[in-house]
């Protein structure tokens, strides 16, 4: 797994400001199609075209753009949905830390996270891979995330990644047009009606926890999950980037992550970083603790211990 430095990130960046228009000055350029659809009744796909930067919207224009997306996934899916906006809560600082010795590799977590956050089943898009390495090494080059049959398998042990939610978060710093930045709770966000998905944010990443919409996301009616967040969930198009987001449209009203509920052996722990009583703050006291790619300098607030 490589990873950018700063210059070359910088690098990118300029490029990207040179080569390319403003997002804004591009999409003005398809002005007439945009218009030659709504005015065939795709109203929709117009509002789409040229909705603002969500930190830009007004509560009004939130509430308009939320009734649009309930609109569209009744239309969509025969699914009445409820998409919300849960703001960052005060004083906290989310925080993630799992358990490599209790890990047996079952991916429960990787399948609660699809179901819980509305991915594409075909073509099949996770936020978590589960990493199956041979035991005395942490080398995940030689690591299989394709492996099948019972687990665990003797001589291995299993290291899902997912994102990690960094301070210093590289993919942040390598969208030319700011669709993706980093909230108060700590939680990396995108901004899935600004992405233009360049994947310059994939190639920063050191965790390869960036996913790209390579065609429409397909769902089945029975497999939507109707309860949905603006930032997290809700439903992608295709040609955007997506990423764990901590199940914010949970955790943010005092709900676990999917993928930690799901875990059968209790290797996921979550909690505020801010709270010393938290049981993630009690891991990190008490624990021996890795932190995957340090060198990567992303200091992410993802945490993988031994007992």
């Excluded at 899902?160 to 993706?180: D, E, L």
Aim: hydrophobic share 35%.
């Amino acid at each position: 797994m490589s990873t950018l430095d700063e210059a070359q990130v910088a690098e990118m960046a300029e490029g990207v400001q040179r080569a390319q228009v403003t997002r804004r000055n591009f999409l003005m350029t398809l002005t007439a199609a945009v218009a030659s659809t709504a005015a065939c009744g795709g109203g929709n796909a117009w509002e789409g075209y040229f909705q603002q930067h969500y930190k830009r919207l007004t509560d009004e224009e939130k509430q308009a753009l939320i009734a649009r997306l309930e609109a569209e996934a009744l239309a969509r899916h025969g699914v009445r949905v409820h998409v919300s906006d849960p703001a960052p809560l005060q004083a906290v600082e989310f925080g993630y830390a799992l358990n490599l010795t209790a890990c047996i590799g079952c991916r429960r977590c990787e399948y609660a996270c699809a179901q819980e956050n509305n991915t594409s089943r075909a073509p099949e898009l996770h936020y978590i891979r589960v990493l199956e390495i041979p035991k005395g090494t942490l080398d995940v080059i030689r690591a299989d995330t394709t492996y099948e049959g019972e687990v665990p398998r003797e001589g291995n042990f299993y290291m899902p990644v997912q994102c990690h939610q960094c301070r210093n978060a590289p993919c942040v710093r390598a969208c030319p047009v700011n669709a993706t930045w980093q909230e108060p709770d700590g939680v990396i966000v995108v901004d899935y009606d600004w992405c233009i998905g360049c994947r310059y944010c994939e190639v920063a990443c050191p965790y390869f926890a960036r996913r790209f919409n390579m065609a429409d996301p397909s769902l089945r009616p029975s497999e939507v999950n109707p309860d949905q967040g603006l930032l997290s969930n809700r439903a992608r198009e295709k040609g955007v980037m997506e990423k764990c987001h901590f199940c914010l449209h949970r955790t943010r009203r005092g709900e676990y992550p999917a993928c930690l509920e799901a875990c059968p052996t209790g290797a996921r722990k979550f909690g505020n970083l801010l709270d010393p009583n938290s049981e993630v703050r009690q891991v990190l006291a008490t624990k021996r603790v890795y932190v995957f790619r340090e060198d990567a300098g992303t200091l992410p607030r993802f945490y993988y211990y031994f007992d």
